[in-house]
């Protein structure tokens, strides 16, 4: 199993970034899928989890700024972020887990992980 993130980068204060993982080696519509961040000196947390038939979950702080979503026939998931914040500055790092129509919001519950990709926001 292969996950690789994409679209990271520095941006200011209140713009946009699209990150991507491109999944492999798995039946991808049948895991979820989440993005976790972790920030230096901070725990990983679950930022957006999304299960295999589409339900979604958002951590507070990013309510109504972020959006997940998957392709499946592409083997896909993204993680739209608009008016980011200088709080959302962190490695975000795609991560797949097995119970496939389960909201899991804690890290011990999924099974691959990616390398991650950094964002910084600046003012």
């Known amino acids: 199993v292969q996950l690789v993130e994409s679209g990271g980068g520095s941006v200011q204060t209140g713009g946009s970034l699209r990150l991507s993982c491109a999944a492999s080696?798995?039946?991808?519509?049948?895991?979820?899928m989440a993005w976790f961040r972790q920030a230096p000196g901070k725990q990983r947390e679950a930022v957006a989890v999304?299960?295999?038939?589409?339900?979604?979950w958002y951590v507070d702080s990013v309510k109504g700024r972020f959006a997940i979503s998957r392709d499946n026939a592409k083997n896909i998931m993204y993680l739209q972020m608009y008016n980011l914040k200088s709080e959302d500055a962190a490695g975000y790092y795609c991560a797949a887990g097995r119970r496939g129509m389960a909201i899991v919001i804690t890290a011990i519950g999924y099974d691959y992980w990616g390398q991650g990709t950094q964002v910084t926001v600046s003012l």
């Open positions: 999304i299960s295999g038939d589409g339900r979604t």
């Open positions: 080696g798995l039946m991808f519509s049948s895991y979820t």
